[in-house]
Nanobody
């Protein structure tokens, strides 16, 4: 069992930045990929970014490429999503998923454990 907790969400103006964190605990001795997804009201959960265990492989949705950066610190069992130049369309609950399969699934079913989510609201 892996426990996942996201943090770092909040309210920011368009053009601003936020950094989300994803802390994993429990059976983290095995290597795992990590992904970020988001879900806006009345919409399906959509892929944002993913990173492999080593950090050498990353993948991004076209809508965030060039603005968001995913990274991780395995010594701390923590992943990060740096979000720059935020737009109102980025408003959503952001979820972190942990996957036992190699990076980088773009589908929620590819992840075994999820956090409770953190709200990101971007005002215009």
């Amino acid at each position: 069992q892996v426990h996942v907790v996201e943090s770092g969400g909040g309210l920011v103006q368009a053009g601003g930045s936020l950094r989300l964190s994803c802390a994993a605990s429990g059976r983290t001795s095995s290597s795992y990929a990590m992904g970020w997804f988001r879900q806006a009201p009345d919409k399906e959960r959509e892929f944002v970014a993913a990173i492999s265990w080593s950090g050498r492989t990353t993948s991004y949705a076209d809508s965030v490429k060039g603005r968001f950066t995913i990274s991780r610190d395995n010594a701390k069992n923590t992943g990060y999503l740096q979000m720059n130049n935020l737009k109102p369309g980025d408003t959503a609950v952001y979820y972190c998923g942990v996957s036992s399969v190699p990076c980088c699934s773009r589908y929620p079913l590819g992840y075994d454990y999820w956090g409770q989510g953190t709200q990101v609201t971007v005002s215009s």
